[in-house]
């Protein structure tokens, strides 16, 4: 399979302007020969949270739906983070990263767990109780978005339970780089899997201050080398052929599932 990744620029509460630069992302990854496109987290909207509760309850349009629409149309998987209603807590909706197949279905959804309380996520964001792992006909990917990162125990989980790809959604600003870079290529490493990371570029008005997003999205291999890397601080599109055995080669030759000591962790 050859997975895309979106490195997207997000207008924030821009909807419509954004739709359409994903759904120009969409069909370049098809023109690649992609099976999967992923893009960034919350790569419709941003975050300005007033904003896409007011986008959620006008109805102008469903975000499932355009996206499907624009799975179906390209004959592409797709994947990114973008709000979703929460119907416990009408004021805090999830931040939901939704796989849709080339049929434009939902494949497998994944609502964020770990909230960034630095700038106050906890506070706007309903807070996801499951890992996610998806079957799917190039095998079973599991899904991450962007704080996700820093726990580790979050990927351990979805490789026990047969995960061979993660895909992972972020907004990672500087001056965060150095951690950026090297936590993709340690969750990679430590689970030896495919890793996909779809990184924001841009800038973007928080009530924290400004951020400028860097980008450095990345397709790391199960050996943590990186399949395709792509530039900081502009658009970008970049892509690599993805295959299951290099999985099984790099976990035959260092068996770290089967030396784990869970009695004494």
Partial sequence: MRIAVAQMQTGTGRFSENLGRAKNFAARAKDVGADIVLFPEMFLCGFDYAKNLEFLRDGEFSIEDELSNVARENGIWICGS???ANPEDQKRPFNRMTLF??????????????????????????????ACIAETPFGKIGLAICYDLRFPELFRRMALDGAKIVLFSACFP??????????????????QCWFAAANRVGEERLSSGLLKYFGS???????????????????????????????EKVRRHIDTFSDRRPDVY
């Fill in 82 to 84: 973008n709000p979703h």
């Fill in 174 to 191: 500087y001056p965060r780089d150095s951690h950026f870079d090297t936590l993709v290529r340690a969750r990679a490493m430590e689970e």
């Fill in 217 to 247: 999205s990345a397709i790391l291999t199960p050996n943590g080398d990186y399949a395709a890397k792509a530039p900081k601080d502009e658009e970008a599109l970049i892509f690599s052929d993805v295959s299951l055995e290099d999985v």
């Fill in 101 to 130: 197949n080339s049929d434009g279905a939902i494949a497998a959804y994944y609502d964020k767990v770990h909230l960034f309380g630095l700038f106050g996520e906890d506070r706007h964001v309903g807070a996801g109780n499951r």
